[in-house]
């Protein structure tokens, strides 16, 4: 198990201690680039239980988000929204999803979002 980069925990619980979802980052992990803004997990988690809240088919998943975090040390993970997953020149989805990454699987990072242009 590799070492989490300490930098990264920085940003990721200043994130968190700040509530704020305007830190953009985009960070390579298992061969896949996502990029997008972080949220707090909180926030993240509301998110994703209003989303299947309001499907058909998944919303009894929605209470397994509604769930208290805990705080017990640093964060583990990056919580995206409004991200992609970058492939060739297209961004997938093209209207951002939210993703959840382990801290410990980022090999690299850097702050800001990417997008691709036609010009």
Do not use: C
Request: net charge negative; no cysteine.
């Amino acid at each position: 198990m590799s070492k989490p980069d300490e930098l990264l925990v920085d940003v990721a619980a200043l994130v968190e201690s700040g509530q704020s979802n305007q830190m953009s980052l985009t960070v390579v992990t298992g061969g896949a680039v996502i990029t997008g803004r972080l949220a707090p997990e909180a926030v993240w988690r509301l998110r994703v239980s209003d989303v299947l809240t309001d499907s058909d088919r998944l919303g009894e998943f929605s209470a397994v988000f509604e769930a208290p975090t805990k705080k017990d040390g640093p964060p583990t993970h990056l919580h995206f929204h409004v991200a992609r997953i970058l492939q060739g020149t297209v961004g997938i989805p093209e209207t951002g999803g939210m993703y959840r990454v382990a801290i410990e699987d980022v090999s690299a990072w850097t702050v800001g979002d990417f997008s691709y242009s036609d010009l």
